[in-house]
């Protein structure tokens, strides 16, 4: 068959998948499915209700694990009426466009440097080492259809019409709680920018194309020449004020789709084309994306972005992310940056750096787990870029503070992810994280990592050791106390101890000692300078007891509140005079102790 086009066929070995939205029903792709039967009349279509409502709690990876086992039994039914089906044509709405991608990406089997999820390995057994193999009707997919497909994911924006504004900021404040609650994601969550499922997509649907192009060799029947390399196509709609533009289109792992414009069509009503006005117009987008050729779409196709993505740089072996923290704008990482690339100075291996912002990071959203989580999806979705731009680096990284965060927590929830060699400065992270998991993984996600401890960082002994303490949230003391992994893990390497604060590990003494790590992974302990043997005293004694800090800190802010009301009552002659005044003052206190935490 040609994969470019499929004119002329009737239908007779064809299945078409149909996925609808969130919110939606099977029903509300009927005039899909018209256009489906009026375009192939002895096509089989399966439109299935998806566990999708508003409220659904449902694992966007165990829906697509059915969806699975579903069209294997309807493959397995056609060979046994001897009609077996020759074309397989996929296609999905908004959150049904992404469970298409994630259920082509499954059927072409598991690409080992971007694992599948634990969903979709129920049939091995734990200790199986073999990759999910290749489904049968994976090389019958000719295309896969998007219509209004947030690839990206969707977020809050200035892009929402009012109508829509106020539905999603009350529904994110409702899923926080849900979460808070049960420790799971609602559905529409897990489909956020930057959530686990996308950019584990993001990733796995990379490592599928750049596997499917290797295999591409002229004149081969092998199976896997197609499995990986259908041709997609993206529906725009031309007004859609749900979800961004750059959400919609993803030109990092959606760089060699064809987009087609769907004119006076919406988000939703993108899929709606019996309606007598503008129906006509969304059917013959949708025919064409359907049944046209390859050279017919190129035609129509358009530019979906003004900014278009660099072409992959093949020639970067190694890259590096330097990540801030808290209370930082990372000005310091271009300095490390360059460091590293002047210690290299290797003719045979490129290196690239990256040391993007997230913004500044005040103290008091460092303490709230949803405000972190997203900066850990900032830093994925920066890493998935990465991995399209340099196809055949190798991947390290420098944190500091909440920088150190980021990567823990990237490994613990992003399986694909891997570094090479890693270095925390003033770590925030669990002392007792176990990196062992990831050191020794098959195949291993992290090589080698270089830990540095400051004589007095107060920063990490009072605040992330207080969590660490009373077990509450995932902060921790490695920046004061070290990880205790180091005992038995040769891998990890620890500096005990380097004079200074919070910030004395990405000063320029160590600039040096980073950048040889990063390059060679391995530590000359030895030779850091200065390098002490006792951390601070009081910051030791106070370390050990964080609540008691807390307690001073609470009982100052007291204090000075008790101070302000001593002075209006000196001060201020009658009683209502004072009651003014008290409740002027109380209200500027509290602005300023808000200041302070939202700024410092």
Sequence with gaps: MNRDSTEGCDGSATLVVLLHAYTHRACNLASVEDVVRRAWPKADVYRPDLPASLFSMANPNEIVAKLLIDIDEKYL??????????????VGHSLGALLARKLYVVACGEVLDAPLEPEFRRDFTQSDPQPIPTRQWAAKVSRIVLLAGMNRGWRASHHLSLKHAPF??????????????????????????GAEFITQLRIQWLFMRRRAGSFQR?????????????????????RDDMV????????VSGGDFIYLDVPYSGHAN???????????????V?????????????REAVVPSDEHFASPDENVRRMVFVIHGIRDVGYWTHKIARRIKQRAKSPLTEWATETSSYGYFPMLPFLFPWYRRQKVEWLMDQYAEALARYPNASFSYVGHSNGTYLLAKALELYPC??????????????????????????PPRINAVLNFVATGDWVVAFFP???????????GSAGHDGFTVTRRTPKVYQVTYVRGGHGAAIEEPMWDVIADFVVTGSARVSEVHPVLRKRTLWIEVLGRFPPLVWTIIAAFAWGIWQGIQWFIQATVPDAFSQGVVTGFALATYFLVLWLVLTRV
């Design 77 to 90: 039914e056609a060979q046994r009426k001897a009609v077996p089906y020759e074309n397989i044509v996929l």
């Design 168 to 193: 999603w900021a009350l529904g994110t404040v409702l899923c926080h709680a849900i979460h808070f609650l049960t420790q799971r994601w609602p559905l529409i969550f897990t489909i956020r920018r």
């Design 218 to 238: 002229p004149g081969t029947s092998d199976s896997a020449v197609w499995s990986g390399g259908a041709l997609t196509v993206q529906l725009l709609g031309s």
């Design 244 to 251: 961004a533009p750059e959400d919609n289109v993803d030109l």
């Design 270 to 284: 993108v899929v709606e084309m019996d309606e007598p006005t503008f129906g006509p117009g969304r059917t013959s």
């Design 286 to 298: 949708f025919l064409l994306a359907l049944r046209g050729s390859l050279q017919e779409m190129r």
């Design 417 to 442: 992810c891997a570094f090479d060699n890693v270095v925390f400065a003033g770590s925030v992270v669990r002392s007792s994280y176990d990196w062992r998991r990831f050191l020794y993984a098959d």
């Design 465 to 475: 050791k207080f969590f660490e303490i009373i077990k509450l949230q995932d902060l």
